[in-house]
């Protein structure tokens, strides 16, 4: 199983919400909606690791950081995240990692 | 990553197709159409081209004049006031064709035609290229600023609160979704206001109508001797209702006496209640008060004749009155647990003190609200005159130490610190911290800051804590 992580990006969020209005309408059993979701769980996965090739920097001030059941939470505060050639400065984000290693593991 | 433009879009698009596809043939296991599956394709796509996740890609895509519209030969002007316009990009693919082509025939609009348009369900549009399309519900088409939806807010809106089974918006290309129903958005608003708002609690207003009311609220726990003074204290509201209230500075002593007597009333009162505390469980209290007010009520005429003889010896002694009566100070005088030397009251009743300690608060109280705050100063110095010297003492304590509450931390502000839209959801290879820097190795990763969406296979970064 892959990591279920990504179901909270907009991606993932309009498909439960797609999935959900399927399910009121009882087009579809949450049964299935289920099997659609870890089926996006591995799509994903497979895209980010196998069609994305960029590398980004920051460089910010850590307010807090939290590590429990592997997985780390960090909020800081005035990042600057920079690409190559573009910089993108925020106030305030919140960095939710799994355990790389072993991302064959669920969340 | 931060070049926003096709490369997310893509990605999202090409995800989107294989989860599809991948459910395609467990979907017809389980005995439901392809229709199904198109419509959730139709869900999904429309609700992140609603995101802002795909802005750019829109306002890459999206060319106002690039339509091209060939009305069918029985379209009729005078009828329908309208073009079809379905806005169509030769680089999106992710709307179904019958012909299942990934290329969307272009609409334009005819001359002489301009927006908005408006497309009334039922229309056949035929494209350039000889397909066909049938419009299954209204369409209005307006021209929005480049790569800016006019109503793409409303649009979100009307996303999460129709119930409306989507395959019908599906039939219409992406341009709809600008303004999906023109007859919807009016009810719409009106739904939203018709959102219950949070009911406003009303505080039950009965506190402030009768004074028995809120008297009889506090004592609701089940403690024995709660009640009682509930049940002892209706009767004096019904006898100062009977009687003139005496004036803040009463004439004759009589009258001013009278509350006097009445104090030992309830004294009298609460010790009999205090006998029958098996059977006031057993009766309801209506019944318990209609008892004691005609009791008491017997007894203040009785008291009213013998007034002068016990003012005489309470106010040397134990209620420590003075001949020049005020009705503020009579409630003063209502203190029956202080060291008031009470001793002959004290040994009347020795096991009703404790009791009446709550009593004469209440009795204050009562006399507070019948007098309409005339003596609700001194009601406030009676409520606390029980606590009195205990309170004095810890105020000085907290006063010359004010135990360091500024040290306190705040816990409120920890749930909040983890709200905030811009996250990042990814993964870690290294995450390495010295004294108080912090060095981050992420992977795989999606960023969303201000509605928008970022993607990253390496993030490095550094932060001090």
């Given at each position: ?107 | ?213 809120p008297l009889?609220v506090p004592p609701?726990e089940?403690s024995?001797p709660q009640?009682q003074p509930s049940?002892?204290l ?29 104090l030992?009333?309830?004294q009298?009162?609460t ?47 134990v209620l420590g ?7 503020s100070e009579l409630s003063d005088i209502v203190q029956l647990d202080g060291p008031a030397g009470n001793?002959?009251m004290e ?5 009703s003190l404790e009791d009446n300690d709550f009593l004469g608060i209440i009795n204050a109280e009562a006399i507070k609200a ?5 003596g609700s100063s001194d009601g406030n110095s009676i409520s606390s005159s029980s606590d009195g010297d205990g309170a004095d003492e810890l105020d000085n304590v907290e006063e010359e130490d004010p135990l ?62």
């Amino acid at each position: 199983m892959a990591y279920q992580l990504y179901r909270n990006t907009t991606l993932g969020n309009s498909l439960q919400e797609s999935l959900d209005e399927l399910i009121q309408t009882q087009q579809i059993t949450p049964q299935l909606a289920l099997q659609v979701l870890l089926q996006f769980d591995k799509a994903i996965n497979t895209a980010l690791a196998n069609r994305v090739r960029n590398r980004v920097n920051f460089r910010g001030s850590l307010n807090t950081y939290r590590f429990c059941d592997n997985v780390w939470t960090f909020v800081l505060n005035d990042v600057e995240f920079r690409e190559v050639t573009d910089l993108v400065k925020v106030d305030k984000v919140k960095i939710v990692a799994c355990d790389g290693k072993n991302s064959n593991a669920a969340e | 990553m931060l070049t926003n433009t096709g490369p997310v879009a893509k990605l999202y698009l090409s995800i989107i197709d294989d989860v599809i596809e991948s459910m395609r043939e467990l979907f017809l296991d389980e005995g439901l159409e392809d229709r199904v599956l198109d419509d959730l394709k139709h869900l999904w796509e429309s609700k992140m081209m609603q995101s802002k996740a795909m802005e750019d890609f829109r306002k890459n895509n999206i060319n106002s004049a690039n339509f091209v519209l060939q009305l069918p030969a029985n379209y009729s002007r005078t009828n329908q006031a309208l073009t079809v316009v379905i806005p169509a990009s030769q680089n999106f693919h992710s709307f179904p064709m019958k012909n299942n082509s990934e290329m969307l025939p272009t609409f334009s609009l005819p001359a002489g035609l301009s927006y908005p348009v408006q497309i009334p369900a039922g229309v056949t549009l035929q494209t350039a290229s000889g397909q066909l399309y049938k419009v299954n519900v209204p369409v209005v088409v307006t021209q929005a600023p480049a790569g800016q939806p006019p109503l793409s807010r409303l649009v979100q809106k009307i996303g999460e609160r129709r119930d409306a089974p989507a395959p019908q918006s599906a039939a219409a290309p992406p341009n709809t979704l600008y303004r999906p129903q023109e007859a919807e958005p009016p009810s719409l608003p009106a739904t939203a206001d018709k959102q219950p708002p949070h009911p406003k609690t009303n505080f039950p207003p009965a506190q402030q109508s009768s004074l028995p009311q809120p008297l009889l609220v506090p004592p609701a726990e089940p403690s024995q001797p709660q009640p009682q003074p509930s049940v002892s204290l209706e009767p004096k509201v019904p006898l100062e209702e009977n009687e003139p209230r005496p004036p803040p500075e009463p004439v004759n002593l009589s009258m001013a006496a009278s509350p006097c007597s009445q104090l030992l009333d309830f004294q009298i009162s609460t010790e009999e209640a205090l006998t029958q505390t098996g059977q006031l469980k057993t009766r309801d209290i209506d019944d318990i008060l209609k008892e004691v007010i005609e009791e008491e009520k017997k007894k203040a005429e009785m008291a009213r004749n013998l007034a002068p003889a016990k003012t005489d010896n309470q106010s040397e002694g134990v209620l420590g009155l003075d001949l020049d009566f005020n009705y503020s100070e009579l409630s003063d005088i209502v203190q029956l647990d202080g060291p008031a030397g009470n001793s002959d009251m004290e040994e009347e009743e020795p096991v009703s003190l404790e009791d009446n300690d709550f009593l004469g608060i209440i009795n204050a109280e009562a006399i507070k609200a019948l007098e309409g705050g005339d003596g609700s100063s001194d009601g406030n110095s009676i409520s606390s005159s029980s606590d009195g010297d205990g309170a004095d003492e810890l105020d000085n304590v907290e006063e010359e130490d004010p135990l360091n509450s500024g040290d306190d931390v705040i816990e409120q502000d920890i749930p909040d610190l983890f709200d905030t839209d811009n996250v990042i959801v990814c993964q870690y290879d290294k995450i390495h911290r010295s004294k108080n820097r912090w060095k981050f190795h992420l992977k795989d990763g999606v960023m969303c800051y201000g509605g928008r969406d970022y993607v990253f296979s390496k993030a490095v970064g550094e932060a001090e804590w």
